[in-house]
């Protein structure tokens, strides 16, 4: 009995040691984008941050049928948004790709599925790294009730919370 108790216990300081402990690795980001569509008023709201520290805040009225791609990158017309900018502190960049980390972004899937809400607002989050790129959401993302909500949710609000 004793052998196996140390055969156990050898197994599983071997196994923790080879898994890193639950250890997450460390996102190397480069650019978040975060975008929100809303239907009333038509608005579409989109937040992008870099590793250069540099914070874009997009309100986007579209008035033509031009759709730009904007977790692409592409704009509409000037003169369908509003931009403010400002720069964050390294400190706040660290934080918050921690939080990616340690939220498993990369690990959620990328259509996130109505759960007990059918009323709100379409988010989408899109992270790019060395390795490229990856986005996450849908209808009502963040609003419901799963493990996965609620990991997009914490991950929205360490994005709203670089706004202050």
């Not at 216990?9 to 923790?16: E, H, K, P, V």
């Not at 890193?20 to 569509?37: A, D, R």
């Not at 003169?79 to 964050?88: A, Q």
């Not at 934080?95 to 690990?107: A, C, N």
Request: net charge negative; charged share 30%.
């Amino acid at each position: 009995m004793r052998k196996i108790v140390i055969g156990i216990l050898a197994a599983l300081i071997l196994a923790f040691t080879l898994l890193g402990c639950g250890k997450t690795e460390p996102l190397n980001v480069k650019k978040v984008t975060c975008v929100s569509y809303v239907s009333d008023p038509r608005r579409i709201y989109m937040t992008t941050v870099s590793d250069d520290l540099t914070i874009k805040f997009y309100e986007i009225y579209p008035e033509s049928d031009n759709n730009p791609d904007l977790l692409a990158g592409e704009l509409p017309p000037e003169n369908e948004y509003d931009l403010k900018e400002d720069v964050i502190s390294q400190e706040a960049w660290d934080e918050f790709v921690k939080l990616l980390s340690e939220k498993k972004f990369m690990d959620l899937p990328e259509d996130i599925e109505l759960d007990g809400v059918f009323d709100g607002v379409s988010r989408y989050i899109k992270v790019e790294t060395d390795e490229g790129s990856y986005t996450v959401g849908g209808y009502c993302a963040g609003d419901g009730r799963s493990r996965a909500h609620s990991r997009f949710s914490e991950i929205l609000k360490g994005m709203g919370n670089l706004k202050n």
